[in-house]
């Protein structure tokens, strides 16, 4: 079974302008979540989504923004992008909520 | 709100030793604990998780037993190896009926030499 891809791997963008990061579950799971990880703040929760609902949000401003497909693909959203976003953006889906989590390999996202 | 939190790296050992790497916890409820692994340059992998008091995870030689009296979860091997090395995380999520959201400790570092 193929695991949880994510594209793309790399991206690098300039600040003010807006970046959609894309993700595809493991086949069969519904429940899809987003974290940051930066040496700074370490693993961040970002947003959990079930069945195209959010059910969780983490504490990040307005301008992170995400939604589910109804074949269970993700896709985040960052607009107005400024330095400190620079990060690693992971995606990590489970069968069902609260199960264990099967991370994909991540988006090294660079704010220049 | 709920937290975790690890015992500061990084860690250096040397081949064969033992390993501890300390985890403890706040949640209310019951949690359900996990060590995640992450290789240079890649994303997280499960390395063993516990749904239960009691409960001990287990996987590639690592243990790690479910502690509530004490709010713990720390992580064991006997004898570690070069390809050990890597970072680790002590994580938590509220339970099944509270979603996935992962609350994660800071990471420990751990290299081990040959």
């Known amino acids: 079974k193929a695991g949880v891809t994510q594209t793309p791997r790399y991206l690098i963008k300039t600040r003010g302008q807006q970046v959609t990061l894309s993700c595809s579950p493991i086949?069969?799971?519904?429940?899809v979540s987003w974290y940051q990880q930066t040496p700074g703040q370490g693993l961040q929760f970002l947003f959990e989504y079930f069945s195209e609902t959010q059910r969780n949000k983490g504490n990040f401003p307005g301008r992170f923004s995400g939604r589910q497909f109804s074949n269970s693909r993700s896709e985040m959203n960052v607009s107005t992008l400024e330095l400190g976003d620079s990060a690693l953006y992971l995606c990590?889906?489970?069968?069902?909520?609260?199960?264990?989590?099967?991370f994909g390999p991540g988006t090294r996202l660079t704010v220049l | 709100g709920n937290s975790v939190t690890q015992m500061e790296g990084p860690v250096t050992l040397s081949e064969e030793a033992f390993l501890t790497i300390n985890c403890t916890y706040t949640a209310t409820g019951y949690p359900s604990l996990f060590w995640y692994v992450q290789y240079p340059g890649e994303g997280l992998q499960l390395l063993l998780k516990?749904?239960?008091?009691?409960d001990k995870g287990s996987n590639k030689g690592f243990e790690a037993t479910y502690r509530k009296e004490t709010t713990s979860f720390h992580l064991e091997k006997g004898s570690v190896q070069v390809s050990d090395s890597a970072v680790y995380f002590c994580?938590?999520?509220?339970?099944?009926?509270?979603?996935?959201?992962?609350?994660f400790g800071e990471g420990t570092q751990l290299t081990v030499n040959p």
């Open positions: 516990a749904t239960k008091a009691d």
């Open positions: 086949s069969g799971h519904r429940s």
């Open positions: 994580a938590l999520t509220p339970g099944e009926t509270s979603g996935s959201r992962l609350t």
């Open positions: 990590a889906s489970s069968l069902r909520a609260g199960d264990e989590q099967f």
